[in-house]
């Protein structure tokens, strides 16, 4: 089925360790977005992706790292996680323009203890 | 910059009664303007979009937004809410003619509806 899928749906961690967040879409739409979802802040845009092997920040970059290889990959990875990064991360893919409307995954809510 | 500004937190109405969700946006020109939808435990799904023309725009599952540029406004209406509409419901504005990097989402509205 075409869509978006992200993995895990579920994540606790402990601070300090790595994590890896994996999106996978089968649109091949250029764009990939990672959010992250807080009570009282909405939605934030992390980093984007306008095409494989180009990324770029967003508002809220510090403590993530992304990679996008192939196309329809973006994962995102906490190097070193921390309690602050306690969040339900979502990610999104588009065609690319202003008006082209974001397609959302399921999301990963992740817990660092 | 552009910004959105979803004014209420939280709105609780009973099913059958008719609904407004207000939005109100900051930008020089006229912007790209969405509704999103999210229900627990998913991720966003589009409602509607309004890029130019008719400022009156239909949505799935009933709903339609206003464009009203003096106001700076792009209000969701349903006229007659049914349970499974509750759910949180985000506006977001774009420039035009950019990139959608540059979507910007107001906090959203959890909407509750009584039986």
């Known amino acids: 089925d075409a869509g978006i899928t992200q993995s895990p749906r579920y994540k606790i961690t402990e601070t300090g360790r790595q994590v890896t967040l994996m999106c996978h879409q089968t649109?091949?739409?250029?764009?990939m977005f990672w959010y992250r979802q807080d009570l009282g802040h909405g939605l934030r845009l992390i980093y984007y992706?306008?095409?494989?092997?180009?990324?770029d920040k967003g508002e809220v970059p510090d403590g993530y790292v992304v990679s996008r290889s192939k196309t329809e990959n973006f994962p995102l990875t906490l190097e070193s996680a921390t309690r602050s990064q306690t969040s339900v991360y979502f990610c999104?893919?588009?065609?690319?323009?202003?008006?082209?409307?974001?397609?959302f995954g399921n999301g990963t809510r992740l817990t660092v203890t | 910059a552009q910004s959105v500004t979803q004014p209420d937190i939280h709105i609780t109405v009973s099913e059958g009664a008719s609904l407004e969700l207000r939005c109100n946006y900051s930008?020089?020109?006229?912007?790209?303007l969405f509704w999103y939808v999210q229900s627990p435990g998913q991720g966003l799904q589009l409602l509607l979009k309004?890029?130019?023309?008719?400022?009156l725009v239909q949505g799935i599952k009933g709903f339609e937004a206003e464009f009203k540029r003096s106001q700076s406004s792009f209000n969701l209406r349903k006229p007659s809410v049914h349970w499974s509409d509750a759910a949180e419901y985000f506006c977001?504005?774009?420039?035009?003619?950019?990139?959608?990097?540059?979507?910007?989402f107001g906090k959203g509205t959890k909407l509750s509806v009584i039986p």
């Open positions: 309004y890029f130019s023309g008719d400022t």
């Open positions: 999104a893919s588009s065609e690319g323009g202003s008006n082209s409307p974001l397609h």
């Open positions: 930008y020089g020109a006229t912007p790209y």
């Open positions: 977001a504005v774009a420039p035009s003619g950019a990139g959608s990097y540059q979507l910007t």
């Open positions: 649109w091949s739409h250029s764009y």
């Open positions: 992706s306008a095409a494989a092997d180009i990324t």
